[in-house]
């Protein structure tokens, strides 16, 4: 599981970063990407990485702002073009509907992929057997939600040793060890699988909100989550701009980390009146108020199972 940001700014392009867009990399674990938002020139982000616009499976929005949508039509339309083949959903405020179909019908776009598009609300968005996607609604003047990606807990490991140590060799019947069946053994011994397995490893979690003031369903939705991204539009001698906005500063983003317990904190959503050093400064801002945290630039990436920060392309 990694994230790579394809986008950092707020509002505009900016030569240092685009607008926003996210894209949780779930390779291993189900071979495919899910991108949250996807703000102008996205696809173009996309062509420095590794990131495969068939492999994307879910897009989730946010809000409905065009530095967060105005780069769906080019990107629904170019992967038709690139091989995408397989269901495409998408799922965001009520009016991303409307968006999708008017930009395809007005183009002639031709999508040659089923394309689903769901309208959410509150709650459980998406749930299967890897992974549940909540959504809550946050603060920023139009309808604006925050996303909880919680990967359900994963089967413990085989104990090889366990087994070496009782004579039980390896072959096709470690499967089904590991998958916790009673098994015979060809010297009449039975043993239970269950027996033979580690604990279940925590499934990690990932918070990535939309634009929002300071509120505590931010702290909500990222209560003891390995990674909050947050956004940190303005600088914390600019709270009354960020409040009149609509938007957070990097002091309220640290502090949301903080009251959540958090792993990491990671900055974005960074105003273009913040360039070259300034950018540091946003940076130790928050850090003064929640030590671990980090502030995204375009391409960085973030590997969720080791913690480790790369600023390199993907």
Not at 39 to 49: C, M, N, R, V
Not at 62 to 67: E, Q, R, V
Request: glycine fraction near 8%.
């Amino acid at each position: 599981m990694e994230v790579v940001f394809l986008g950092t700014g707020a509002g505009v392009p900016a030569k240092e970063r685009n607008v926003t867009s996210i894209a949780l990399q779930l390779l291993d674990e189900r071979r495919a990407t899910w991108l949250f938002d996807c703000g102008e020139a996205t696809q173009h982000q996309i062509l420095h990485t590794s990131i495969k616009p068939g492999k994307i499976e879910k897009i989730f929005i946010t809000h409905l702002h065009g530095d967060h949508i105005f780069g769906l039509p080019g990107l629904l339309g170019s992967r038709s073009f690139q091989g995408g083949e397989t269901l495409l959903t998408i799922y965001g405020p009520k009016g991303i509907r409307a968006f999708i179909e008017t930009s395809i019908k007005v183009s002639t776009t031709h999508i040659r992929y089923p394309l689903e598009i769901v309208e959410i609300e509150e709650g459980v968005v998406f749930e299967d057997e890897q992974f549940c996607v909540t959504a809550k609604e946050l603060e920023h003047g139009i309808q604006s939600f925050g996303y909880r990606i919680v990967e359900k807990d994963l089967p413990g490991t085989l104990l090889v040793d366990k087994l070496s140590k009782e004579g039980i060799k390896p072959g096709p019947i470690y499967q089904k060890i590991k998958e916790g069946q009673t098994v015979f053994l060809e010297d009449g011994r039975q043993i239970n699988g269950e027996e033979y397995i580690g604990p279940p490893k925590k499934g990690r979690i990932v918070t990535i909100l939309g634009d929002t003031r300071y509120v505590k369903e931010s702290i909500e939705l990222a209560k003891d989550a390995d990674i909050l991204i947050h956004e940190a539009t303005f600088s914390s001698n600019e709270a009354d701009l960020a409040h009149d906005y609509f938007h957070s500063t990097t002091t309220q983003a640290a502090d949301v980390a903080k009251q959540a317990g958090v792993k990491q904190l990671i900055l974005t959503h960074i105003s273009s009146r913040y360039q070259g050093d300034d950018s540091q400064r946003l940076l130790e801002e928050a850090q003064q108020v929640f030590k671990s945290t980090y502030l995204a630039k375009d391409f960085s990436r973030y590997d969720v199972k080791s913690n480790q920060t790369k600023n390199k392309d993907n």
